[in-house]
């Protein structure tokens, strides 16, 4: 069974920084997907950023460009989110997902990113 599991949100001021971290169990293939994805209060879940486990090729939206910094330790099945200079915009839950070839995917439960001006 496939287990993700997040940690490293919490309360910060603006301008400050949080690394989060999503530590994976259970994958059954070496090459996949795992990103972060964010939901803010009343709004939809929104894709961040993501990274390829082979050949770590890494995405990111335009909203954390320059800002946010995703690495993968394929030996762990784990996923890092260093998120630098946050700003309120950057409230929300954030959620581990990963995703097979086959496209079968699977989430954590999330963790709690809380940014103050």
């Known amino acids: 069974e496939v287990q993700l599991v997040e940690s490293g949100g919490g309360s910060v001021q603006a301008g400050e920084s949080l690394r989060l971290s999503c530590a994976g169990s259970?994958?059954?293939?070496?090459?996949?997907?795992m990103g972060w994805f964010r939901q803010a209060p009343g709004k939809e879940r929104e894709g961040v950023s993501s990274i390829l486990s082979v050949g770590n090729k890494a995405y990111y939206a335009d909203s954390v460009k320059g800002r946010f910094t995703i690495s993968i330790d394929a030996t762990k099945d784990s996923v890092y989110l260093q998120m630098n200079n946050l700003e309120p915009e950057d409230t929300g839950v954030y959620y581990c997902?990963?995703?097979?070839?086959?496209?079968?995917?699977?989430w954590g439960q999330g963790t709690q990113v809380t940014v103050s001006s």
């Open positions: 259970g994958f059954s293939f070496n090459d996949y997907a």
């Open positions: 997902k990963v995703v097979y070839a086959t496209n079968w995917s699977a």
